[in-house]
Structures are given as structure tokens and as C-alpha cells.
């Protein structure tokens, strides 16, 4: 079998690609100018106004655009790093694997069904994920945001009898998908027709129709891609890399759970209900947005309300519990946040790393401990951040070279 060149390799050649390229692609510029679209100033191109300029041919930039590249791409790389750090915390409590184990019990048994059976359960599953995130992707634009949910279902993909592929698959492509269909998204089809005087979303029926079609055929080729890895896992090209979670998931088949409740785990219970009942009283209604529409919710209230429910609950039964129900409603108050309160990454970075310091803290660790696992946490995912910043250094060559 050939050998695939790493990731950085193909980055650094198709940057060499980019340099070569400033010398024989003649350079070009817009002129830009700000106007309102939305009631939001924007910096947008004037029409009719392209025009030639020398270019300037890229040699030894190449090397300094890792360096460009890193800071272009600064907030997406801590993000990464962040969300890495705080679900290592979470997944060192083992949580994640309880709720896996419990939920391929809960699918076990809806194979009973001759239905269900003959479908597939876990087709079901790939599916439903996919139409949730490629609805999150169709009206609010959720892209950078799906790192978060990578973690938990690539695990859950590979438990299955799947590979990280067909993980990563049931949250980016699915949100990707979402996000070219642009239903209802405010970043594409809103400021585009905003920019151009037309009715605000106006051609939904086409933009819902373009969004079936790529999510049927989007979804199909996922399923046809996992029942091969299923039949033969040895067959993915990621087989060896997942060795890793394959092997997690057998230790935790053989493992005897001990549930338990540190009496630390109410106490953060108390806190964090308080801190989010104050949030309740300060926000009591919120502008959630949908396309061109919005309604006023009390949202912060009623989540609230079923966290300190759900927690008791949980937190009765174990503490993994209680973790996993702290993760669900991060996810719930992560939407909350993009739709309500127009959050982006600094705002779900904080969200995901109070999340894992407070996961942490309910297992009993002490801040060593916390810190340890942050850290191994940050340097498991640094590989994909240095990702992000390599590749911004091919923006970077193509802008500075002006082609």
C-alpha cells in the first residue's frame, strides 16, 4: 500500500505550489468600500472596481508564512487547544465512555425491533446526527463550532464498529452540508442579499430544495462509506491511527464502574445553579434568532430550570452522570449563545473550559491534577491547531503575492 505523505508535507508543497504561482499569475486588486447591509457596517468590493498591479512574487516567504499564517489564525488554534484540554479532563473521568456504553445498550435493544433491525440502528444514528448538524449548519452558520462536538462522536463512531472518519463525517460534513445549503444563514445568504437590495432570505424554496438534494446524497455516501468499514475496518486508511480508541473502548467493555458521588460534586452543583440563576434574573428574555426572524424566549430561565432538575436526578445515580449532564447543557447553552447572543469562539472556548474545570472539580481532583490532564489534553490535539496555522500560510502567500 502507498504511503500517504503527512499532513504537513502536503501543506508545505501546496504553500511552495502558492509561491510558484505569484510568478506567473499576473496580480489584481479590488477596491473596497463600507457600507450599512443589515443595520451592520461592512467592507465590501466595489463593483466594476478590478484593476491589474505588479505582483509580488513569493521565494523565501514561504517560510515566514508559518509564522503569518499562526497569527492570521491565533483564536481558531486556541480554540482548538482549549476544547482539547477541557474534554481530556472529562474524558479522563470517563463519562463520555459511560454515556457511549449506555446509549449502544439503549440501540442493542431497538434492534428488537424488525424494523428498526432491517434499517439499521446505527444508520438511524449517522443519519439523525447528520440532519442535526447540517440544520445547525443551514441557519446559523455553525462551522468552527463543530471541533467541539468531534471529540464526543468520534469515540462513539469507532464504538460502533466505524473509523474517525465516519466521525468527524456525522458533525463537519453534516454542518457543511448544512452551511452550502445556507437555508436560513445570516453570514452567507444574509449579507449577500443584504449587499444587494434584495428581499432579506427571499428564494427559500430553492435554497430548502438545494438542501435536501446535498443532504441525500451527502448522507448516502457517508452510510455507504461506513457499512464498508464496518464489513472490513481494516479497509479505512485511518485503521492504525485509531488503535487508540479501538483499544479504550475494549478496556472500558471489560471495566466494572464504580459509581459514586464525592460530596465536592454537590458543592459544584450549588455553584454553578447559583451562577446560573443570577444569569436567569440579569437575562431573563432572549432574542433568538432564526434567519430574518427572531423571538423572544426566556431561554437562560428554562435552562436553568432543567439543569438543576437533570443534576439532582444525576447526581443521585453518580457522578459520570452529573458529567454528562454538564455536558449536554453546555451544548444547550452553547446554542443558546450563537443564537441569542451572537457568540463565536472566544465566548464557546470559555463555555468548554468552565466545563472542564468544573468536571475536574466534581471528580475530586486537585489543581495538579486538573492542570495534568489540561495539558495532555492540549498536546494530543496540538497536531490539528498546527494545522490551521500551516494552512493560513497558504492565504497568506496568495494575498501577499496579490493573485
Known amino acids: 500500500m502507498k504511503k500517504i ?19 506567473f499569475i499576473p496580480g489584481g486588486e479590488y477596491a473596497r468600500q463600507k457600507i450599512m447591509v443589515n443595520g451592520v457596517e461592512r467592507t465590501v468590493i466595489e463593483k466594476g472596481s478590478f484593476h491589474y498591479v505588479d505582483s509580488e512574487r513569493q521565494t523565501w516567504q514561504i517560510f515566514t508564512a508559518f509564522f503569518k499564517g499562526f497569527e492570521r489564525q491565533a483564536g481558531i ?3 482548538i487547544i482549549m476544547i482539547g484540554g477541557a474534554f481530556w479532563i472529562v474524558n479522563s473521568s470517563k463519562a463520555i465512555d459511560i454515556g457511549i456504553l449506555s446509549f449502544l445498550k439503549q440501540a442493542q435493544k431497538l434492534e428488537r425491533n424488525k424494523f428498526l433491525k432491517k434499517v439499521g440502528v446505527h444508520n438511524l444514528i449517522i443519519t439523525l446526527v447528520m440532519l442535526v448538524f447540517s440544520v445547525f449548519g443551514a441557519v446559523f452558520g455553525m462551522s468552527e463550532e463543530t471541533i467541539a462536538f468531534i471529540i464526543i462522536l468520534v469515540p462513539l463512531a469507532i464504538s460502533m464498529g466505524y473509523d474517525s472518519i465516519v466521525g468527524v463525517s456525522m458533525v463537519f460534513v453534516a454542518a457543511g452540508l448544512g452551511f452550502a445549503g445556507a437555508v436560513l444563514n445570516p453570514f452567507t445568504i444574509g449579507i449577500a442579499q443584504g449587499i444587494a437590495d434584495l428581499p432579506l432570505f ?3 424554496g ?3 430544495f438545494s438542501w435536501f438534494v446535498l443532504n441525500i446524497f451527502g448522507i448516502a455516501w457517508i452510510l455507504r462509506y461506513a457499512a464498508k468499514v464496518k464489513r472490513n475496518p481494516k479497509s479505512s486508511v485511518v485503521y492504525e491511527d485509531d488503535t487508540y480508541w479501538r483499544e479504550r473502548g475494549a478496556v472500558n467493555n471489560e471495566e466494572t464502574v464504580t459509581y459514586h458521588t464525592p460530596v465536592v460534586a454537590w458543592f459544584v452543583f450549588l455553584f454553578i445553579s447559583v451562577g446560573l440563576i443570577i444569569f436567569s434574573v440579569i437575562y431573563p428574555m432572549t432574542h433568538m434568532k432564526i434567519g430574518n426572524t427572531s423571538e423572544t424566549l426566556p431561554m437562560v430561565p428554562v435552562a436553568t430550570a432543567f439543569f438543576v432538575l437533570f443534576s439532582v436526578l444525576s447526581l443521585r445515580k453518580s457522578v459520570h452522570f452529573f458529567i454528562l449532564n454538564l455536558l449536554a447543557f453546555t451544548i444547550v447553552f452553547l446554542i443558546v449563545g450563537v443564537m441569542g ?3 463565536y469562539i472566544e465566548e464557546i472556548a470559555g463555555l468548554f473550559f468552565a466545563m472542564g474545570i468544573f468536571s475536574g472539580i466534581a471528580m475530586n481532583y486537585d489543581g495538579n491534577k486538573i492542570t495534568k490532564e ?3 489534553g492540549a498536546r494530543d490535539i496540538l497536531s490539528a491547531a498546527l494545522v490551521v496555522g500551516l494552512a493560513g500560510g497558504i492565504l497568506v502567500i496568495l494575498e501577499d503575492g496579490k493573485i
Request: aromatic fraction near 26%.
Open 5 to 23: 505523505p503527512h499532513t504537513y508535507v502536503i501543506i508545505f508543497s501546496i504553500i511552495i505550489l502558492a509561491a510558484i504561482m505569484t510568478w
Open 77 to 79: 488554534i486556541v480554540f
Open 206 to 208: 430553492y435554497r430548502l
Open 341 to 343: 447572543y451572537s457568540w
Open 374 to 376: 489540561f495539558m495532555e
Open 202 to 204: 427571499s428564494g427559500f
